[in-house]
């Protein structure tokens, strides 16, 4: 049906989402995270470019992600008071405009400042991640968030993999510019497909709704308990990334930018486990779910410790470790927009603020470990921040007792 106001509502007659707008939302969503990922595997090059230390490069990563962080909780649960479609559109309009200028910037000071807004505007993932949670019916929800999931996580691998490609042949500023070229693509596509929809039926005010958001996680204990495992397990996840191209790209190795990359298409095993994950969570089997991811993450870091001795072993590694990664975070998100629906767009950014807060610290940690403790202290990282993300799932499922046992088995 058509709405006065806007574009035709692709919706399946049950009222879901269909399947052709749901995978536009996925690859939107995609091209936009891709956006904070780029400079993974080409932090040497920034560094050389601009003349950082190897010990402080982590720090581009942290600031997108500390834009990120900013963004979940400014931008984000607006999504809950005004219209999310302008706002995807807006968002995506001024990642351009960022994009360009993070490939044009001659100083340190325009490079971190530009990344820092592009970490705020490329939250356009979670307005998108609650836009299609809301189009969704009841019984497909978890599948169409696994599938927009889907679209991030192939958007986070691939975008190391184009990046590495891309910089190895016209340089590391030719990555953003060819960012900035799909993303005005995409928000010409959007303009035409995203459903405009009645304004969310609320009375609260701005900063009433911001305020709320720390109120919704401290008060339900399964929110929170998903927040925390949100922290630990992209800590985990940062950890890996940010710091492979460190090895890999000095010697015995000294692989180039498009061989690094190549690593990330491994770990698009996790798009699966994704989509795998939402449909389980749709038959009520998140529980379940948590535990065995939970417990092959923590096994990753076995293999992953093997280099620079096995590469073979390294690549199971990471295998496990993204698909492990991906099955608890659609978990996360399945489980956390279900409980209060009124209020999704402030779940999603403060359950996501958990997540920036752990690929923040990951990313800084890790580069910092390896300049003093090499590759092995890396994985001892990586496994600490695995083993918390196990003693967190199993102590909140411990301590959930009385009336919280029947409200936590859902979720925890």
Not at 186 to 212: C, K, N, W
Request: glycine share 10%.
């Amino acid at each position: 049906m058509r709405n006065a106001n806007g574009p035709r509502a692709r919706h399946q007659p049950d009222g879901g989402l269909s399947r052709g707008t749901t995978l536009i939302f996925a690859v939107a969503a995609g091209l936009s995270v891709a956006n904070i990922y780029y400079a993974q595997p080409l932090l040497d090059a920034i560094a050389k470019d601009f003349g950082i230390s190897p010990a402080a490069i982590g720090l581009v990563v942290t600031l997108t992600q500390v834009g990120y962080a900013l963004g979940l909780i400014f931008i984000v649960p607006l999504g809950d008071l005004l219209d999310r479609r302008r706002i995807v559109i807006g968002q995506g309009l001024l990642s351009i405009v960022a994009l360009v200028a993070v490939a044009t910037a001659k100083t340190e000071g325009v490079l971190f400042t530009a990344l820092a807004a592009m970490g705020v505007l490329a939250v356009m993932v979670q307005v998108l991640v609650a836009f299609a949670a809301t189009l969704a019916s009841p019984a497909e929800r978890g599948r169409v968030v696994g599938t927009v999931t889907s679209g991030v996580v192939i958007g986070i691998l691939a975008a190391r993999f184009v990046a590495g490609l891309l910089a190895d042949v016209g340089g590391w500023r030719v990555v953003y510019l060819t960012s900035a070229v799909l993303m005005a693509g995409m928000v010409g596509l959007l303009t035409r497909v995203l459903p405009r929809i009645p304004l969310p039926d609320s009375t609260d005010s701005y900063v009433e709704t911001l305020r709320s958001i720390p109120a919704l996680f401290l008060r339900d204990r399964v929110l929170l308990t998903r927040g925390l495992l949100a922290l630990l397990i992209f800590a985990t996840f940062s950890t890996f990334w940010t710091s492979l191209v460190l090895p890999l790209s000095t010697a015995p190795f000294n692989y180039s930018h498009t061989q690094i990359g190549l690593f990330g298409l491994v770990g698009l095993a996790g798009a699966a486990a994704a989509t795998g994950a939402g449909r389980l969570a749709d038959h009520g089997l998140g529980q379940w779910t948590t535990a065995l991811s939970l417990t092959l993450l923590l096994l990753s870091w076995g293999l992953i410790a093997f280099l620079p001795s096995s590469i073979p072993l390294l690549l199971i590694g990471v295998v496990l470790l993204d698909l492990a990664v991906q099955a608890v975070h659609v978990t996360n998100q399945s489980i956390i927009v279900a409980r209060h629906p009124t209020a999704r767009s402030r779940l999603v950014g403060g359950y996501m603020v958990f997540y920036s807060i752990g690929s923040a610290m990951g990313a800084s940690t890790a580069t910092m470990v390896y300049a003093h403790a090499g590759w092995h202290g890396v994985s001892m990282l990586g496994a600490a921040f695995s083993a918390a993300a196990m003693l967190t799932w199993a102590g909140a499922r411990r301590f959930s007792v009385g009336s919280e046992a029947t409200e936590c088995a859902d979720g925890l």
